[in-house]
């Protein structure tokens, strides 16, 4: 099936990747004259480097839809958290999923919910393209604690590459569906390639 289901954010994340003070600390600055640049550029950062590694770094909840059961469905948003909500379309109202039924991988790229050994999931599932929705948060946590300790190094110094060199590119373009490199720190982007997801297709049929 060729169609291409969104990942909505439903909840954005509390806190930074790494923290306004973290930055300022980093760049041995004082004061607040810089601070709302330098949010903007921890974003901006942080953005670029989400979607170069395909990875959420601070805990994000997101919703995503499908049109019918299928023993895979894989959760394109990685280091999967938690499962909040899966439920079906049933006469127009939506029923929860039984929890019997299915079980979730705990993966290091995209995680994935998979039907049980004997299990069967419901027939009477209505015809619709969003016949199902899953609710799930993905990110390594609530802080920028919980993003590994390489990770921040290289965001920090991606971070000081962006405000050192503020006008000399479009930050913004960067931050695209289709991850550019031509303005990513030497030292940054070996980390980041680490952490990569490569986006080569899964070998279980899932959707």
Known sequence: MSYAYPYIIIQEPVNLAVSLDTVKDHLKIDGTE????????????????????????????????????????????????????????KDGIFTIVDSSLYYITSDTAYSKILLNNG???????????????????????????????DLRVALLNHITALFENRGDCDCVSAV???????????????????????????DCGCL
Request: hydrophobic letters at 35%.
């Open 34 to 89: 810089s601070d709302a640049e330098l949010t903007l550029l921890i974003r901006a950062a942080t953005g670029i480097a989400e979607n170069y590694t395909r990875r959420i770094f601070i805990n994000t909840g997101f919703r995503t839809y499908r049109c019918c059961f299928l023993d895979c469905f894989e959760l394109k948003r990685s280091k999967f958290q938690t499962l909040d909500k899966y439920e079906y379309l």
């Open 119 to 149: 299990k069967a999931y419901p027939s009477d599932i209505d015809m619709n393209e969003q016949a199902i929705i899953i609710e799930f948060v993905a990110g390594y946590g609530a802080d920028e604690e919980d993003i590994p300790y």
């Open 176 to 202: 695209t569906t289709v991850p550019s490199t031509q303005n990513l720190p030497a030292t940054s982007r070996i980390v980041y390639d680490q952490y990569r997801i490569l986006d080569i297709g899964n």
